[in-house]
């Protein structure tokens, strides 16, 4: 991968827009997680609203993929594909939106957020909230003058003393007239290396944290990945542009996800970037 470009300004008008669309893709997903649902029901959810929109889901013959959207199951780390999984009591779901506006210039705007199904089990309630602050610390970072190592830095270490793992195979990415984009943003690494972010840089944190090890494997269909160990695994996303006081989440939501203990400033905007805590 290249440069990292500088957006313009009208680009990041349109980025807020499509950015937005994906949010309210995720809010109103969270209404309608329950036991009983399937992952194709949640497909069919994005891919109605998507459209309605005037937009299109982004994962949609995206490199073959089948889908509108990725349905990420316990052990299923990312890129699960919908089907006729029937979700259950006590399991997590990680929904996983890309939306893309057309109109004028295209952009995507990407988004995920990690679902409880019923009541969760000690162990998952651990690894999504554990998930869930570690974008929270990775967005902290986020100013100009700060490094992509800083952001890797803080939720790896976050991570790691709460026994969790971060995986490494997938990392989050810049975004807007291609899905992916330059740079790769690890969550995990060393603090004052890698490249300097500057404003008007945008880009994806969605660090994946496993309860076991962070290793993974694809299964046969190429594309789903799970935990090598089967440890339960969550995951939430952010499109996020750098600006000159700090970072504009540009996904953030404009009300509580429900099925999910959504009480944070990330979720809630405003969107600019507060100092870390
Ligand atoms: N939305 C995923 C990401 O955060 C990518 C999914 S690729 C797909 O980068 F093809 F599986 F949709
Ligand atoms: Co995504
Ligand atoms: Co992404």
């Not at 996983?96 to 957020?113: E, N, Q, W």
């Not at 490494?168 to 995990?188: N, S, T």
């Not at 000159?244 to 099925?259: P, Q, S, Y």
Request: glycine share 10%.
């Amino acid at each position: 991968m290249g440069a990292i470009e500088i957006m313009s300004e009208s680009s990041l008008e349109r980025m807020r827009l499509v950015c937005q669309l994906a949010a309210d893709t995720l809010l109103m997903v969270g209404d309608q997680i329950r036991p009983g649902i399937t992952t194709d029901d949640i497909n069919t959810l994005v891919h109605d609203y998507t459209l309605a929109n005037d937009a299109i889901p982004s994962p949609l013959n995206y490199k073959g993929y089948p889908k509108s959207v990725c349905t990420s199951v316990n052990e299923v780390v990312c890129h699960g594909i919908p089907g006729n999984r029937t979700l259950q009591d006590g399991d997590i779901v990680n929904v996983d939106v890309t939306s893309y506006l057309p109109k004028r210039d295209g952009f995507h705007g990407d988004t995920s957020a990690t679902f409880y199904v019923g009541e969760p089990s000690d162990e998952a309630k651990h690894v999504v909230e554990v998930s869930r602050r570690c974008i929270e610390l990775g967005i902290a970072e986020v100013s100009p003058g700060k490094r992509l190592g800083d952001i890797g830095a803080a939720i790896q270490e976050h991570a790691e003393a709460q026994g969790c793992s971060v995986v490494r195979d997938y990392v989050g990415h810049g975004i807007g007239r291609e899905f992916h984009m330059a740079p790769q943003v690890p969550h995990y690494g060393k603090r004052g290396t890698g490249k300097r972010l500057k404003a008007g840089m945008v880009f994806t944190i969605e660090p994946m944290i496993n309860v076991g090890h962070y290793e993974c494997r694809v299964l046969g269909d190429d594309w789903t990945v799970v935990t090598a160990d089967g440890s339960w695994s969550a995951q939430f996303e952010h499109t996020i542009v750098v600006t000159a006081g700090g970072c504009e989440v540009l996904t953030a939501r404009k009300a509580l996800l429900k099925n999910s203990e959504d009480k944070s400033w990330a979720q809630l905007g405003p969107l600019a970037c507060p100092a870390a805590e």
